[in-house]
T-cell receptor
Framework: DTEVTQTPKHLVMGMTNKKSLKCEQH?????MYWYKQKAKKPPELMFV???????INESVPSRFSPECPNSSLLNLHLHALQPEDSALYLC????????????FGPGTRLTVT | GQSLEQPSEVTAVEGAIVQINCTYQ??????LSWYQQHDGGAPTFLSY????GLEETGRFSSFLSRSDSYGYLLLQELQMKDSASYFC????????????FGRGTSLIVHP
């Protein structure tokens, strides 16, 4: 199984809502990532979990809260988002520290109204 | 600081060969990777160069010259399905080797 899955595929939320994005992989990868991607732009790293511990937080606003319940799952909790947070949110995983070879999920298309 | 430069758009015809260049300026360079992303899709890992030289994977090859801070992705026997965005990405020393992506090159393949 070389797949990273993400749910939901699409999400529309108001600025006062609380929602969560979910990501799952069963490749035994020990590093997992959240990226944000705007249209026609490259993915921007948000968070990195290595061996289920948060190792990198790229100065992301606190309205985004990551969680890694176990080695296969990664969540991104959303609260009080702004319209400019509308983007494609990508989850990825990699084998150990070989972070240059990442497997991406299909993403969640988020629209904040 | 660090910078990555790649052309914003490249066009070619089906069956042709195309080269997408990437130049970088960074300290602590570890390696260069390439990702493909179709419209509406997720990035897909294509190749990685940690050492100078050519890496070949089917119709795709990637090259790195560390002394010139330069690399390229070569796509042969172009097919319509190769129309996509291609990102070069640098990995730095320091433990995680997480790629920092360039702005991407939109490849348009014409029949």
């Amino acid at each position: 199984d070389t797949e990273v899955t993400q749910t939901p595929k699409h999400l529309v939320m108001g600025m006062t809502n609380k929602k969560s994005l979910k990501c799952e992989q069963h490749m035994g990868h020990r590093a997992m990532y959240w990226y944000k991607q705007k249209a026609k732009k490259p993915p921007e790293l948000m968070f990195v979990y290595s061996y289920e511990k948060l190792s990198i937080n790229e100065s992301v606003p606190s309205r985004f809260s990551p969680e890694c319940p176990n080695s296969s799952l990664l969540n991104l909790h959303l609260h009080a988002l702004q319209p400019e947070d509308s983007a494609l949110y990508l989850c990825a995983s990699s084998q150990g520290l070989a972070g240059y070879e990442q497997y991406f999920g299909p993403g969640t298309r988020l629209t904040v109204t | 600081g660090q910078s990555l430069e790649q052309p914003s758009e490249v066009t070619a015809v089906e069956g042709a060969i195309v080269q997408i260049n990437c130049t970088y300026q960074t300290s602590g360079f570890y390696g260069l990777s390439w990702y493909q992303q179709h419209d509406g899709g997720a990035p897909t890992f294509l190749s990685y160069n940690g050492l100078d030289g050519l890496e070949e994977t089917g119709r795709f090859s990637s090259f790195l010259s560390r002394s010139d801070s330069y690399g390229y992705l070569l796509l042969q026997e172009l097919q319509m399905k190769d129309s996509a965005s291609y990102f070069c990405a640098v990995s730095l020393t320091g433990g995680s080797y997480i790629p920092t992506f360039g702005r991407g090159t939109s490849l348009i393949v014409h029949p």
